[in-house]
């Protein structure tokens, strides 16, 4: 693999700072030759989906669809049954799959593709897109060794030199063209455990990647580096910084993504504040209209902080979590949501909601699926906690209502015909006045 060292900048050169391509002086050098532009108002994104219900919106990660390659999980008793769900799923994102570039490219230009050729072929056989995730960076590469890197000593450190990235993502793209439909950078870049480098070079690293992916499989997407929220200071002290740069090598991204996991303690209904201070950020920056994507999401995750505990909710809970989450997306303009993740049932589980067979939670998955497949989405009203959210389906128009503050009495405004849970019971009926809760509910009109 050739290996050149990043040419430094003009002013840290003059200044005899060129130590490094990942030197911390990067960080001076971008405020100081900053140019503030009077670019008048941001324009406010579109804060709801509406029109066809986009393709690949139902995502899920299964980190067991290559276990049978992996000779450290391959003899666990869930291998075979977790390898891929048993309900319909419309993309996989690939990560805690053993299929990234630290696991792939053990040393320098020496590949073990085993478990990223089964994923694929797995996902094609079930018909679902892919979306890989490229980073973390492998202990060969790494420009220092940590131990407190999530993903193994040297994992969240830059790279040594870039050229080890963009080689890498040269080869992932051309061996799988046409193959994977969308590349993410990195994950949750904005927390230590996962990036130790700057945003300016994340973006430098999400540029490398465009330019690698796009000379080798044009029509694949580029995800950029995604984001997580519930981490509010470090999410509002990288995401900006990080967004400038994109800006400023001429946004080399076709999706934005943010992971707006809520603290352990609390609601989907804060997860939808979140996305709306993600939304407002990409439009502070005046970042073009790209599509934003919620890259990971699950509920009860310990954290941040020792005041929010990992937290173990009911199984109707869970549900009910569940297809909010997707309903949310819709009105905070997330075209796309993977859930995470497919895994088994564990005492030791650090998730509050668990998709697996015959959970209520993968039940309410297929379900609700069912519901938006072909199907229209028009638009949602928010009325004291009461969210309405007006849909067309094969089998007509709907409402589908639920509540945010408790249990409500709702009552539909045209005629109806039937209503339908999301535990895929449906129930004839012309009743126009219901208790609505935290649990969704489907509510079709009449025909006229």
């Given at each position: 693999m050739k290996r050149t060292l990043v040419v430094c900048v003009a002013l840290l050169t003059?200044?005899?700072?060129?130590?490094?391509?990942?030197?911390?002086?990067?960080?001076?050098?971008?405020?100081?030759?900053?140019?503030?532009?009077?670019?008048?108002?941001?324009?406010?994104?579109?804060?709801e989906v509406l029109g066809p219900v986009p393709e690949n919106m139902f995502g899920?990660?299964?980190?067991?669809?290559?276990?049978?390659?992996?000779?450290a999980v391959a003899k666990i008793p869930d291998c075979k049954k977790g390898s891929w769900p048993d309900v319909p799923i419309q993309s996989l994102r690939l990560w805690d799959s053993y299929t990234t570039w630290r696991d792939i490219e053990l040393r320098n230009d020496s590949f073990n593709w085993a478990a990223l050729d089964l994923a694929v072929e797995t996902a094609e056989k079930n018909g679902a897109s892919l979306l890989l995730v490229l980073g973390p960076t492998p202990s060969w590469s790494a420009t220092t060794i940590k131990d407190g890197d999530l993903k193994g000593p040297g994992s969240a450190a830059p790279p040594t030199y870039f050229d080890d990235f963009r080689s890498y993502v040269k080869e992932v793209a051309a061996r799988y063209r046409g193959r994977i439909g969308a590349y993410q950078i990195w994950?949750?870049?904005?927390?230590?455990?996962?990036?130790?480098?700057?945003?300016?070079?994340?973006?430098?690293?999400?540029?490398?990647?465009?330019?690698?992916?796009?000379?080798?499989?044009?029509d694949a997407l580029v995800v950029a580096a995604s984001t997580t929220t519930r981490a509010e200071g470090a999410f509002q002290a990288w995401f900006p910084r990080y967004l400038k740069e994109l800006e400023n090598l001429g946004w080399p991204v076709d999706v934005f993504a943010a992971h707006a996991y809520p603290p352990s303690t609390m609601t989907p209904a804060q997860r939808v504040i979140y996305l709306r201070q993600v939304n407002e950020l990409l439009a502070n920056a005046y970042a073009p209209p790209l599509p934003l994507w919620d890259t990971e999401v699950n509920y009860g995750l310990a954290g941040p902080g020792p005041e929010h505990p990992d937290v173990d909710l009911p199984g109707n809970t869970q549900a009910a979590w569940l297809a909010q989450t997707y309903f949310d997306s819709f009105r905070t303009g997330v075209t796309r949501t993977y859930w995470f993740q497919w895994s088994p049932i564990s005492p030791n589980s650090l998730l509050g909601v668990i998709t697996w067979p015959?959970?209520?939670?993968?039940?309410?998955?297929?379900?609700?699926?069912?519901?938006?497949?072909?199907?229209?989405?028009?638009?949602?009203?928010?009325?004291?906690?009461?969210?309405?959210?007006?849909?067309?389906?094969?089998?007509?128009?709907?409402?589908?209502?639920?509540?945010?503050?408790?249990?409500?009495?709702?009552?539909?405004?045209?005629?109806?015909?039937?209503?339908?849970?999301?535990?895929?019971r449906c129930t004839k009926s012309t009743t126009k006045e219901w208790k609505v809760g935290e649990a969704p509910i489907l509510v079709y009109q009449a025909s006229t």
């Open positions: 003059a200044l005899g700072a060129c130590s490094s391509p990942q030197d911390e002086a990067t960080e001076a050098v971008a405020e100081e030759t900053e140019v503030v532009e009077n670019r008048g108002e941001p324009v406010p994104r579109e804060l899920m990660h299964v980190p067991l669809v290559s276990c049978s390659q992996v000779p994950n949750e870049a904005n927390l230590k455990s996962f990036w130790r480098g700057t945003p300016e070079q994340m973006a430098e690293m999400t540029k490398a990647a465009y330019d690698a992916i796009k000379e080798e499989d044009p015959g959970t209520k939670a993968s039940k309410t998955f297929e379900v609700i699926e069912g519901w938006l497949t072909k199907a229209e989405w028009k638009g949602c009203t928010e009325t004291n906690g009461l969210i309405e959210c007006a849909i067309a389906n094969e089998t007509g128009d709907a409402t589908i209502v639920w509540s945010q503050t408790g249990e409500q009495p709702w009552v539909a405004k045209g005629s109806v015909s039937q209503m339908c849970q999301i535990d895929g």
